[in-house]
Antibody, heavy 122, light 106 residues
């Protein structure tokens, strides 16, 4: 059973870079059947999709965040990462790493990591 | 971006009630909608994918239907463990977008 676990600082200063890593266990990250995603959520709100990366490095970012986001993948460690630069208080949220299962060019998010709260504050 | 609007935002219900949540897309998304359940302090979990397909382990009291712009998630007989927040998500085209959620309360 695949499990995802986020790691990284829980506190980031304004204007700095938020960096998170997701470790995938119980399955290989190297499959074209899956994309690897970051999703964030504000309290009481619906999730916001940040972007995805495939194991070969292909990425797609939400246009609303595209100018500040970089994702990377390390297949040797079964990990993928998120860098969000120039953060402000508006980036304070729960961040989830999530696998998207792809089938016939359509997908769904399963499973989700447990999430990590990132606070942007000086 | 495709907007997903859920209704109601919250509802009060009792154990044994039949509950229906609706999700409307801002344009046709055919049957490309997924549903998730989120309990307090936990990550969302997939319930139904592509409008009507059950995720493994999901009880049969949950069902999904709809196509085009209008979709429903129905719980046929509400159980205590079903009190949670439910989200729809469109899977037609990125950026993938979610509804704002429907919270089921006692």
């Amino acid at each position: 059973q695949v499990q995802l676990q986020e790691s990284g600082p829980g506190l980031v200063k304004p204007s700095q870079t938020l960096s998170l890593t997701c470790t995938v266990s119980g399955g290989a990250i190297s499959s074209a059947d899956y994309s690897w995603n970051w999703i964030r959520q504000y309290p009481g709100k619906g999730p916001e999709w940040i972007g995805y990366i495939y194991f070969r490095g292909t990425t797609y970012y939400n246009p609303s965040l595209e100018s500040r986001v970089v994702m990377s993948v390390d297949t040797s460690k079964n990990q993928f990462s998120l860098n969000l630069n120039s953060v402000t208080a508006a980036d304070t949220a729960m961040y989830y790493c999530v696998r998207e299962v792809r089938s016939s060019a359509r997908g769904w998010f399963d499973p989700w990591g447990q999430g990590t709260l990132v606070v942007v504050s000086s | 971006d495709i907007q997903m609007t859920q209704s109601p935002s919250s509802l009060s219900a009792s154990v044994g009630d039949r509950v229906t949540i609706t999700c409307r897309a801002s344009q046709s998304i055919r049957t490309f909608v997924n549903w998730y359940q989120q309990k307090p302090g936990k990550a969302p979990q997939l319930l139904i994918y592509l409008a009507s397909n059950f995720q493994s382990g999901v009880p049969s009291r949950f069902s999904g239907s709809g196509s085009g712009t209008d979709f429903t998630l129905t719980i046929s007989s509400l159980q205590p463990e079903d009190f949670a927040t439910y989200f729809c998500q469109q899977a037609l085209s990125p950026p993938w977008t979610f509804g704002q959620g429907t919270k089921i309360e006692i």
